[in-house]
């Protein structure tokens, strides 16, 4: 399946600032510089955690590694690559990482978008988001997927501790239960999600939690949904995440055109093209005998040559009517005289 599309980004470093008062930006994304011909496959963001030299350096390693190890790959984009590029970004953290053994200080989020043949796959580590929407004219915009954050609050959803509504003010929020780390005993692994059904004006949108400080789903769905262009709807979002404390960062993908079928799936035969069978199915099925029509009696057909008398059997009957005649003829020429 051949793809276009357009990409546009967020990269926003908000309020927050490091121990030196300073701002300074934890996100990263791939890819970094964006093709204008609409080309581009794989998508990532991380959001880092640990501070300026913890956090930021985690994301961006994670981010550079997956993104050249899945375009270097000469194998099809599967899950198995996918997973072989998160490896490699566990390996580089811990080289890189080597004063922070027993502290795990350093880490980061991951949200994966890759568009191939196939169709499309996300992955995700943490609370940082995926989205797939898809704008329609009724204005009904609809979520056809969004990734669940591994969060404490969410796990505390799960349960029934809290609430929706409670887990947006709750003390540990922004508390994650999964996240790329290293020197991990267990490494994390992401959720992954496929899907075939993609289509032209669909939307993926790829964000850090703080996009998400001030904004709810139905918001995010009535920005993309809106009728203006995109880059109207990433002014809009801007707007909305302008006064957000922490950094935030997105990714908005738009499929502008698409061609072919989905490499897993067969297209349809039409109407009009009927199946045909192959020569040998046909010749196959001409040479196995006919199953017996409704015009049969006691499991042979009429008229057959297994109900017609034999020859043999006729001679005999045709002796013994004869010597009748004979017999009758004699007694009748007897009575006379």
């Not at 169709?119 to 943490?126: D, E, L, M, N, R």
């Not at 289509?199 to 918001?219: T, W």
Request: charged share 25%.
């Amino acid at each position: 399946m051949e793809y276009k599309v357009k990409v546009m980004t967020i990269h926003e470093v908000g309020k927050r600032t490091d121990s030196n008062g300073k701002p300074h930006q934890e996100d990263s994304i791939y890819p970094v510089s964006i093709s204008p011909d609409g080309s581009e496959r794989l998508f990532i963001l991380c959001d880092g955690m640990g501070g300026h030299a913890a956090g930021e350096v985690a994301s961006q390693t994670v981010c550079e590694t997956m993104g050249r190890a899945i375009t270097e790959s000469k194998e099809p984009f599967d899950d198995e690559v996918l997973l072989q590029a998160l490896a490699k970004a566990y390996d580089k953290l811990d080289q890189i990482d080597v004063d922070s053994i027993g502290t795990h200080k350093m880490g980061t989020t991951l949200t994966l978008l890759c568009l191939h043949d196939a169709g499309a796959t996300i992955a995700h580590i943490g609370d940082s988001r995926v989205y797939h929407i898809r704008p329609n004219d009724a204005h009904k915009d609809e979520v056809l997927f969004r990734t669940r954050d591994h969060s404490l609050v969410n796990d505390l959803i799960k349960i029934g501790s809290i609430t929706p509504e409670e887990a947006k003010h709750h003390p540990q929020k922004n508390v994650i239960t999964r996240a790329i780390q290293p020197h991990q005993d267990k490494r994390s692994m992401p959720d992954i999600y496929h899907t075939e059904d993609v289509r032209v004006g669909d939307y993926f949108f790829l964000c850090s939690d703080g996009m998400l400080e001030e904004m709810e789903d139905r918001n995010l769905c009535n920005i993309l949904g809106d009728t203006v262009d995109d880059e109207a709807k990433i002014n809009m979002l801007r707007l909305a995440t302008k006064s957000n404390n922490d950094n935030h960062s997105a990714i908005m993908v738009r499929v502008v055109e698409m061609s072919g079928a989905p490499a897993s799936v067969k297209p349809k035969t039409s109407a009009e093209e009927k199946p045909v069978l192959p020569k040998t199915a046909t010749a196959r099925q001409a040479s196995q005998p006919k199953p017996p029509t409704s015009d049969t009696q006691n499991g042979k057909p009429k008229g057959s040559d297994a109900q017609k008398k034999s020859p043999r059997r006729m001679s005999w009957i045709m002796v013994f009517l004869i010597s009748v005649v004979v017999a009758l003829l004699v007694a009748l020429f007897a009575a006379k005289c």
